[in-house]
């Protein structure tokens, strides 16, 4: 066996190629879904472009390369055509959840011929079995690539790493794997049973391979060792869809050096970023709210190419539409929805009135309360206290962490 040299490849998993865009928050008219899913089904090309000019030997796509198994079959050629063109270079795909490697699928050989669709590239490794499998590295003996994949998308409760796939032996090894951190913290983290694949940072680590190429979780996020080297990483998705993909998206340059740690650098995988902006403009008329919004854009890192849903809180007079005083800031990006969430100001009720002793009475307690938690449960109290006694909806605050 030779001795290891040097490897860099791209990282990118998560594509949804193919997703309809009907959820996601951001009120996108049908123009501009369909301009977005355009860009969402260029995910491929963006990869094999920015994997071609960083001087990527090797494109690792970690599972969830399109959305459901009726994406139009357009979409599939599209990426094939691009997996293709970064030939004779290795592309390596783990199929996931969504993008299941079911029999009568898009793997299928038999499904593409039946549809009369070019077949799957000959630089294309698609690992098909739910096993672990060990491949080598196209043209090097130094490096050996182990994966599985998902054959439906029902969750997967056992644990892909206990016990973990055998180490190769060749002083490079990389493993994809499609799943779910436990101790991942993104916005799109699971909770408890809706995990699927579960593994841990202790589990990647024990596994002992050079690099873990993970899928599954749209936010980056790196899995690092106790001195903090970098063991393995979710490039996340590379186009935002909706609100909870929003900020910079990224693909992953990653460098196996022939000696010591892994390095990693992320290169940008989108020209546009989805953004959800908060603004309180209580008690602001229109041109002061409208410079407002200006700066809360501003600090939110909003560019013109952006896609930006901005939600007014705080309180505003009856009658009041700030909206409307707000949406010509739309002609500055690329699509901008806006929300109205301000309320009226609550009258002040007279001392004599049972909404007025009741306030007295919680403003007492509460300037006496011995502590934070307590003054919170005050405040929570006073409000929906009055909001009762004078009639207005009841709306009990989502829970909070302590
Ligand atoms: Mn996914």
New binding site residues.
Partial sequence: MSSGRSLTFLQS??W?LGSALTGGGLSLTPEARAARRDEVDAAAERAVAAATSCGAEALLVP??LWDAENVPAATIHRLLEAFASFAPRPVYVAP???DFAGPGGYYDPALLAALGMRPWPKNVVVFRSPEWTAVPFAERDDITVVGRAFLSPAMVVERPLAPAPPRPSTPHALLLLHGSLESYTGPDSPRGPKRTAPFSAREIADAGFSWAAL????HVHVVSDEPGHPLGAYAG?PTGRGLDEAGPRVFLKVTLPAEGPARVETIPADTRAVRDVVVDVSELEAGPLVERVEAALAEAGVEAPDLVRVTLTGTQAFGARPADVVRPLAARVKHLAVRDQTEPPAPEPGPRSAEGRFASDLLAYRAAAPDDVRRRVADVALRLGRDALAGRPVRPPEAEDR
């Fill in positions: 998993s998560d949804h599972g969830d996931g959840n969504h899928g599954h979780h749209h998705c």
